[in-house]
């Protein structure tokens, strides 16, 4: 199956998303949480974008890892009380994303 010009798009923005958001791993507000903070804030970066990857190929498992991926940043900021602006546009885009990837999960492929 070709890949939907809109998967597209959004694989794109998140790619541009996640080389964004990455440098935020490494900064002081996530280092003062706690020794594990920027490790488990990595790892969740890390997640999504190997999410968009799987999206990029039409895998559905790309598609429940990003699902994962993005209920454990919000599980992460509620737990930090770390919410900032670019939280609420990263909710905005991550909810229109996976909207977006349930129209397709159908066609997406099962197999790795």
Do not use: Q
Not at 4 to 17: D, H, T
């Amino acid at each position: 199956m070709k890949r939907p010009l809109i998967l597209s798009i959004i694989c794109v923005i998140g790619f541009l998303w996640v080389v964004i958001t990455f440098p935020g791993v490494f900064s002081p507000s996530v280092k003062k949480l706690g020794v594990f903070m920027p490790a488990v804030y990595g790892l969740i970066v890390a997640a999504t974008f190997i999410s968009f990857i799987g999206v990029w190929h039409l895998k559905r498992w790309g598609m429940e890892l990003y699902a994962l991926s993005f209920f454990s940043k919000m599980l992460f900021f509620i737990l930090t009380k770390s919410f900032e602006m670019t939280s609420y546009v990263g909710i905005v885009f991550s909810a229109w994303f996976m909207i977006t990837y349930l129209f397709y999960y159908r066609k997406m492929d099962v197999n790795l």
